[in-house]
């Protein structure tokens, strides 16, 4: 499947809400606990996603599109969330995560995508020059793997109670 | 965490509304593909999730809570969507899945759960003696391993098109 901004929006615009859907009301036990360790539990995973709407994938984006030579993105803090988001709840959470979310795809919305626009450049701190349409693409496979990852944390909570059916359910075996 | 029969009604009963808010009204391309190979597509997982209504979780159930002496479960047929759902829209077979679903959790509601009732057992083909606390909590991580499993197929469809950041994207890895 190759790339096109509708088949990205089509993913990006569901996001919040397969995430409400998943986790709105559901009890401290499902949401707080994590996979062990230093891990994230769901809750974190939420804080995450708001991070990224508010620092990473637009704002690259905003780099790429830019008038300036320098083309650098700034590094990505991927633990913001656990000093971004002390004291809110997952609610207040949720509906900051569908705020910037919809802010953001207003904004994608208003730009006007060719193939020249998507094959220009930045550069990202490891990989060196990147494509707005990898940028892109990686947006939306990001939304994937946190839902994924949300699906795995929960799974894990119950481990010990699937008795011989553990085998059975790779999802309790991975990390 | 511990098996509860409300924690885990808390996950059977939002799980339809995940399935859908995931996937409703997308195209061909995002439902219909697969991570290649016999490998399934997030259309052939809805079908698989209705047959496990229809012919697993609440059958073996009523196995272990029959007066039959004969506790055998009859083995689950884990291709059987393939044959089911011919010429089905995936609407259609979210709905039939919400059905399905409600069905079963009225059923559920109807129980009185007690410690001697969830530690009863059956014989399943390949573990042998299994509790009923141990197949409800295997329901309940066979609904989150599925979400687990259709937002895997679906972020794989642009593992070309994220360029390096496959590497930091685990969910494309995995399989």
């Known amino acids: 499947m190759q790339f096109n901004i509708n088949s990205a929006l089509q993913?990006?615009?569901?996001?919040?809400?397969?995430?409400?859907t998943?986790?709105?009301?559901?009890?401290?036990?499902?949401?707080m606990n994590n996979e062990g360790?230093?891990?994230?539990?769901?809750y974190d995973v939420v804080g995450h996603y708001i991070h990224g709407e508010k620092t990473d994938?637009?704002?690259?984006?905003?780099?790429?599109?830019s008038d300036n030579k320098e083309k650098q993105f700034a590094p990505f803090d991927?633990?913001?969330?656990?000093?971004?988001?002390?004291?809110?709840?997952l609610g207040e959470l949720i509906a900051e995560f569908k705020k910037s979310r919809n802010e953001n795809l207003q904004y994608l919305k208003s730009i006007r995508f060719s193939d020249e626009l998507l094959n220009r450049t930045g550069?990202?701190?490891?990989?060196?020059s990147v494509?707005?349409?990898?940028?892109?693409?990686?947006w939306v496979v990001h939304d994937l793997t946190h839902i994924y990852q949300i699906s795995r944390v929960m799974a894990k909570q119950y481990e010990s109670e699937v008795g011989p059916w553990k085998e059975f359910l790779g999802v309790l075996n991975d990390r």
């Open 11 to 20: 993913i990006l615009e569901r996001t919040p809400g397969v995430v409400e």
């Open 22 to 31: 998943m986790l709105e009301n559901l009890p401290d036990e499902w949401i």
């Open 37 to 42: 360790g230093d891990s994230w539990s769901a």
């Open 57 to 65: 994938w637009i704002p690259r984006m905003q780099i790429i599109l």
């Open 78 to 89: 991927r633990f913001a969330q656990f000093s971004d988001n002390k004291g809110k709840s």
């Open 123 to 128: 550069i990202h701190p490891k990989f060196g």
């Open 131 to 138: 494509t707005l349409k990898q940028l892109l693409s990686t």
